[in-house]
């Protein structure tokens, strides 16, 4: 099996997305025959803004298409996903690719894929609070990832500025949902 693992928070060692998708990816290691572990630290290495030219360079996609499973480091900023996971994105939603169009619409050509994301939000953005209309990261992701053929499974932090214990108690909770995933 092959494994990759991204990340995108600019938080380094007090990132909860980068803590949530390492464990994840510690439960992944832990059952599955010694996976090939492929890393992508998007803010160590980012990529730059899609460009014309940026379509020449297939790496990004390659890597993507040759793998089994993605943990998906995935903090909310602004209201949405990174710009450096954004970039990536831009990368590998490649008509011909990952999707196509067809007579009757867009069709996903990347499915048998498992994407694990590991969300991180300072707030709280439940169906029916104040915030919910401004959630784009989660929806986002669940969106592109179904329009290539994916459903994505999500392990969420959340509240995470809403003071000590919410954060504690938040991120703990999201690390003991990643040993259910993995069973
Ligand atoms: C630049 C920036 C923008 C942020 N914007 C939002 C936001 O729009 N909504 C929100 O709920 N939290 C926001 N936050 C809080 C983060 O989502 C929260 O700190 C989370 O822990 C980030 O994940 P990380 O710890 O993996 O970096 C923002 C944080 C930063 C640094």
Request: net charge negative; aromatic share 6%.
């Amino acid at each position: 099996m092959t494994i990759l693992h991204i990340d995108s928070s600019i938080n380094g060692d007090n990132s909860a997305s980068r803590a949530i998708s390492r464990s994840i990816l510690e439960q992944l290691r832990s059952t599955s025959p010694q996976p090939r572990v492929i890393r992508r630290d998007l803010v160590a290495q980012p990529l730059p803004h899609l460009t014309m030219a940026s379509f020449n360079d297939q790496e990004v996609l390659e890597e993507f298409l040759a793998a089994d499973t993605l943990v998906i480091g995935a903090p909310m900023y602004n209201f949405t996903l990174p710009t450096q996971l954004k970039a990536w994105l831009d990368r590998i939603l490649v008509a011909g690719k990952t999707f196509h169009y067809t007579a009757d619409g867009p069709e996903g050509l990347a499915s048998g894929k498992r994407v694990i994301v590991a969300l991180a939000r300072g707030g709280i953005y439940n169906a029916g609070s104040p915030a919910a209309a401004l959630e784009h990261l989660e929806s986002y992701l669940r969106g592109v990832f179904n329009f290539i053929g994916i459903e994505p499974e999500f392990v969420a932090a959340d509240g995470l500025n809403m003071g000590t214990e919410q954060r504690e108690a938040s991120i703990s909770q999201a690390l003991g949902q990643t040993v259910r995933l993995a069973a």
